[in-house]
């Protein structure tokens, strides 16, 4: 299953983990079964409509997913998926 | 040892003075919504160093000068995520003393040349553990070479909140005097909001202060903690807050391209912040005088202007 590393300030809403395995095959469906596993963490990652927060920042790997396939990018049994906040509208 | 204080570093820091402060108390023309609702905005990016975060930068460094704690060829260090780095980096420019900065590497690009272009040592600290973790490497910084580094501790340290105490309280005070009944501003350090609210509450115990909070953990808001989440400042004193308030990030966002087209100003997202905030008061009451900061503006935020216009 693929990983998902869990920034410090939302791990109070992950059972104070550091990285939670996720089922699915591409970007958008791991962080939905993410949300599934953690329903607190729901509205600290998706806004009203639905959509990944735009402050927020997806990385597969060391990539940005905006330079990928975003949320639809694939993900593999060893991906690891990272959630970052981006400060002052920085995320590198 | 303390510096003599007819050294040029502590006519430089005196001098500098001047330029600290005094910042224009701005009445927003067209966005209250109720005639007798006015709302004032301190325009804190029309200072030396371009943000609020001049005045405790300055009040620290001023008060490390003269008790010879800096300006004995030790380096300043403490953490940042922007805008308290930069007015570091600014004043000790000036001053001729070297700064270290430790930063989440996920800080804008912007953020990072700006504190290399004045000259900062930047130690960056993983992009998943924000300031907190940034805050913690200084400490560790610090306790492996005391003698190496005076450690400016920000978020713990009195002068960030006395800077404002001293400084823009009094400033909105004789501006308004007890014609204010709330004062508001986001919760990051603290410093302005416990400086300000403190000397106006001495004031006049009637006027209500008002801590303003992101909506979530992960927000946009720069400068901002999200107080349930992020580790809370020592300086922080919370029989100051007579109430909190949420403040989302696309509303502040939305609010910085009202406040562009309606009154001619680009915000910072956290100025917005607190506009949005202020507005959002106006719309409770029916009548007052709701003051609140403009941290800085648009300037330093080109990523985020290209993304909303």
Known sequence: MAEIIIPTPLRKFADNQATIAVA??????????????????KKQIF?????????????????????????KTAIEADTVISIIPAIAGGAN | MVINQ????????????????????????????KPKVKIYAKMEWMQFGGSVKTRPAYQIIKAALESGELGTGKTLLDASSGNTGLAYATICARLGIPVTICLPENASWERKKLLKGLGVNIVYTSKFGSSDESEAKAHEMYNNEPDKYFLANQY????????????????????????ITHFMTGLGTTGSFTGISKYLKERDP?????????DGALHGLEGWKDMETAKVPGIYDTSLVDAIKHVDTYDAYDMLKETAKKEGILLSPSS??????AIDLANEIEEGVIVTLFPDNAEKYSEIIKSLF
């Not at chain 1, 699915?24 to 963490?41: K, M, R």
């Not at chain 1, 806004?47 to 949320?71: M, T, V, W």
């Not at chain 2, 006519?11 to 966005?31: D, R, W």
């Not at chain 2, 009637?206 to 992101?214: A, E, H, R, V």
């Open chain 1, 24 to 41: 699915g095959d591409n970007i958008l469906s791991a962080i939905e079964d993410l949300v599934t596993q953690f329903p607190d963490l």
């Open chain 1, 47 to 71: 806004d009203a409509q639905g959509q990944i927060k735009r402050f927020i920042r997806i990385y597969k790997g060391e990539d940005d997913i905006e330079s990928l396939d975003n949320e």
């Open chain 2, 6 to 33: 007819e050294s040029e570093v502590f006519k430089s820091i005196t001098t500098l003075g001047k330029y600290v402060g005094n910042t224009p108390l701005y009445e927003i023309q067209h966005l209250s919504p």
């Open chain 2, 156 to 179: 713990n340290n009195e002068n960030n909140w006395k800077a404002h105490y001293e400084g823009t309280g009094p400033e909105i005070f004789e501006e308004l005097g007890d014609s």
């Open chain 2, 206 to 214: 009637s006027i209500q202060t008002i801590g303003l909070q992101p």
């Open chain 2, 272 to 277: 917005a912040a607190n506009l949005k905030g």
